[in-house]
């Protein structure tokens, strides 16, 4: 007689899994991982049976949520159809999705070179900057966030990168239009005022620099897990206009914030600003399979008409990923994903200004449609943050412990909370969960206290 087949417990995947794995951006004896078992929209649940809300879409990046049948049976078709084809052939998919991306896309932007994560799409398009304009230098921001491989942790300004020093030669910092903390804001300052500083903090910086020595500029169009710095009106605008002034290109990672997580199909699109680059991963596909693409305009691709882009992948272009790509844009157009984190950003801007209201701790909310964050601070006066620029802090952990005890996940860091569910969130479960953050503040709200 055949055993009785029983699936195993959270505790006995968890055991078995760390066994055998090396986990990203951790002391290894750290981890504490959630053993996931099976999703649908919102939600996904572990071995136990738990449910949690995802109030991350994992790691920003399941746009459209968890278990949706048409982009899993699109992946199953083209595994029937062909696994696999090398980078330099075409497949059906290659034709159908480079049209389907173009549609969506800023105008002008519809030339598609494919990778497997944000990290080589940011590295890829440095080579091409490079390439393009002969320069050498790259100017990217303090606060941002761009991928781990050597290249996109130098590119990256946050603290992730200095375990990685010196990495790749030639990046240039300049400043983040940072109003809540910024020293270039000055109280009391318009936003044409403040974005005027920031501009003319990059005149100078390129000043310095030679700007017949920069390639590009880069940004993350909206600040992702750096704090969801939203620029103010002006600022893109304005950085279009100094690129132009000196021949550098503009490259805008749109990893996290394309495909509607800002309520439009890309962040540049608020500000009707074209950059000569996107790039971008995560939503591209929901994260159902790996792969990132580098939008690139004619002054980029006519260059490469001609001469040879020394740059390629094994996995470039891989039809399993772009069949996944492809149906996660007809699900995010069916089902009006774009035009949902447009109205239920609005609905989780209102919460977070509730919970900013009633909470001591909480300095400062920020979104822009379903991206969002809370900026916790152990005294609203001086600013000053709940914990340290590096992480870690007792009060932050406890935060997050509550959050999964209670079924939400999300991503904590430093003194930031995120809030950036599916895109298919109702307001329902938008004013459940955040009922749940708002008990989860008393604990920080505690830190204000004891001080
Ligand atoms: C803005 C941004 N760029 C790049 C990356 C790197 O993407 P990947 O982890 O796919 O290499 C990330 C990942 O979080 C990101 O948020």
Redesign the pocket.
Known sequence: MLAEQTSPSSAELVARAKAHSFFSWSAQDAVNPIAAVRGEGCHFWDADGKRYFDLNSQ??CMNIGHGDRRVIDAIKAQADELVYAGPGMVTRVRAELGEALAAVTPPGLDHFFYGT????A?ENAVKMARGVTGRHKILARYRS?????FG?ITLTGDPRRWASEPGMSGVVRYYDPYKYRSLLYREGDSDAEFVRRCLDQIEETLMFEGPHTVAAILM?TVT??NGVIVPPDGYLQGVREICDRYGILLIC?E??TGFGRTGAWFGVDHWQVVPDMI?M??GLTSAYLPL?AIAVNDRVFDHFRKNVFYGGLTYSAHPMSLAAALATIRVIEEDDLVGNAARMGRVMADLLDELKAEHPSVGDVRSIGLLGCLELVKDRGTKEPLAPYTGGGDVMPKIAAYLREHGVYTYVWRNLLHTNPPLCVTEAELREVMAIVNDALVLADAAVEEK
């Open positions: 790691s920003m994560g944000g990290a080589d940011n966030y761009h991928g781990a491989t996109a993350e992702g897990t990672d990893v996290m790039t991963a995560k990132s």
